[in-house]
């Protein structure tokens, strides 16, 4: 039998384990392991502030989060507000008026869940993470990156993966994935290749530790591969080094 064209040209997943492993540890060396987690709002505020984030820069949408709170001090009082004032409220992120009547639909919805209880989404710590995350990606905007943000980041500290650009640029550069590979598969394929045990502390360094590299070496434009402490076995890399050389490459600026 002839090998199919992706057996033939992507390594197994055995050989992307042990990659994704071995980069695992490089970039916790470069970057430094265990990281700290920076949020710690509860699910149904991680929800919100992951939805506000959506196409929009990190201070922009942190002001919006932050206008929001100020408003309306409980995510009830967003749900029944005039949506004309949660979109005035959310105006520093990209497309309040998109954004706006989704956040107050989400409510609802959970709302419904909690069957007029606390409007919060605890419950999710008692499902299976599959299940979790298939509750959460059946609201409207919320796709796989959000909904491991929101069991990763948040209080629940759930072992869910999310993939943004960063992460999954180097991931595909170093072959971990197939280069037409988009983000939404990047999730599942990306967390098949880690350990099924690893605690939320693990799976969030590995996160983190990509999205620094993505950050502070492998740049979309530009990308420094002669100081890339992964250049050994990037694919990538070697290609736009030439033997033998290790530095001096135009860097840019993250982004």
């Known amino acids: 039998m002839k090998n199919s064209p992706t057996s033939a040209t992507e390594p197994a997943l055995a050989e992307r384990q042990e ?23 509860d699910p149904l505020s991680e929800l ?14 942190h002001r919006a989060y ?3 709170r100020a408003r309306f001090p409980t995510w009830d009082e967003v749900r ?20 706006a009547p989704r956040l107050q639909q989400i409510l ?20 299976p993470i599959p299940e979790a995350r298939a509750w959460l990606e059946q609201l409207p ?11 990763l980041f948040s209080t629940l500290r759930r072992p869910a993966m999310p993939v943004d650009s960063h992460h999954h640029r180097v991931a595909q550069r170093l072959g971990l994935i197939g280069p037409k590979v ?25 996160h983190e530790v990509f999205m620094f590299h993505g950050q502070k070496c492998c740049y979309f434009h530009t990308p420094a591969c002669g100081r890339c402490t992964l250049l050994e076995r990037c694919p990538f890399g070697q290609a736009r080094v030439p033997a ?10 993250a982004t």
Request: hydrophobic letters at 35%; proline letters at 7%; glycine letters at 8%.
């Open 182 to 206: 988009g983000e939404a598969v990047a999730h599942k394929q990306l967390a098949n290749l880690l350990p099924p045990d690893w605690e939320a502390q693990q799976v969030y360094d590995h």
């Open 80 to 99: 029944d507000a005039p949506t004309a004032e949660v979109e005035a409220a959310i105006s520093p992120c990209t497309w309040p008026e998109q954004k």
């Open 108 to 127: 609802r919805e959970v709302g419904q869940r909690c069957e007029g209880g606390p409007c919060d989404l605890a419950f999710l710590a008692d499902l």
């Open 141 to 151: 905007g919320v796709g796989p990156k959000t909904s491991a943000a929101v069991l």
């Open 66 to 68: 932050q206008q929001l």
């Open 19 to 41: 990659l994704a492993l071995w980069a695992h540890a490089k970039l916790c060396t470069e970057y430094g392991c265990p990281v700290a987690f920076f949020a710690t709002k």
């Open 48 to 61: 919100i502030s992951s939805l506000l984030s959506h196409r929009t820069r990190n201070q922009d949408s």
């Open 244 to 253: 033998g050389r290790h530095e001096g490459d135009v860097e840019q600026p």
